[in-house]
């Protein structure tokens, strides 16, 4: 029988894994993206574009908490796709945002129907990979 703390500490780790999750997600992201590292530029578009897919699965499953994998993914998405289309928004304090360099990092600039593909890849993969099936401790045994 599993106590009440033991379900606790389960959730406890399961959180401070996926921060660190999440964490690890973002500083791929910026190395994709902005380290000179040689990666072709498709790469580092396409790359980044996945990775920020994966980092709102990341938050989905910090906010939602360890919940069916479908509504995992739909929350992503949505925030994902939210995300995106901030960019077909424009009024003065957006654009100064997006003036700065951290902003048109943050927000981007261009609406583009092929960044929430990329985008739905990134969540799929962190979906498939959560499955209980692929996460160490976690198989059943008949």
Same mark, same amino acid.
């Given at each position: 029988?599993?106590?009440?703390?033991?379900?606790?500490?389960?959730?406890?780790?399961?959180?401070?894994?996926?921060?660190?999750?999440?964490?690890?997600?973002?500083?791929?992201?910026?190395?994709?993206?902005?380290?000179?590292?040689?990666?072709?530029?498709?790469?580092?578009?396409?790359?980044?574009?996945?990775?920020? $897919?994966?980092? #709102?699965?990341?938050?989905?499953?910090?906010?939602? +908490?360890? =919940?069916? !994998?479908?509504?995992?993914? *739909? @929350?992503?998405?949505?925030?994902?796709?939210?995300?995106?289309?901030?960019?077909?928004?424009?009024?003065?304090?957006?654009?100064?945002?997006?003036?700065?360099?951290?902003?048109?990092?943050?927000? $981007?600039?261009? #609406?583009?129907?092929?960044?929430?593909?990329?985008? +739905?890849? =990134?969540? !799929?993969?962190?979906?498939? *990979? @959560?499955?209980?099936?692929?996460?160490?401790?976690?198989?059943?045994?008949?």
């Amino acid at each position: 029988m599993v106590s009440k703390q033991d379900r606790h500490m389960g959730k406890a780790v399961s959180r401070v894994y996926i921060g660190a999750l999440l964490f690890l997600v973002i500083v791929l992201g910026l190395v994709c993206r902005l380290a000179p590292i040689g990666l072709p530029s498709s790469w580092s578009k396409w790359g980044g574009s996945v990775l920020w $897919g994966a980092m #709102f699965w990341c938050l989905a499953t910090l906010i939602i +908490g360890r =919940g069916s !994998s479908t509504r995992l993914f *739909l @929350a992503a998405y949505l925030g994902a796709a939210a995300s995106e289309s901030l960019k077909l928004m424009h009024f003065p304090l957006l654009d100064a945002l997006r003036a700065s360099s951290a902003g048109h990092f943050i927000l $981007g600039h261009q #609406f583009a129907w092929t960044n929430l593909a990329a985008y +739905g890849i =990134g969540i !799929s993969c962190m979906t498939l *990979l @959560a499955r209980p099936s692929n996460v160490a401790g976690t198989r059943r045994h008949n």
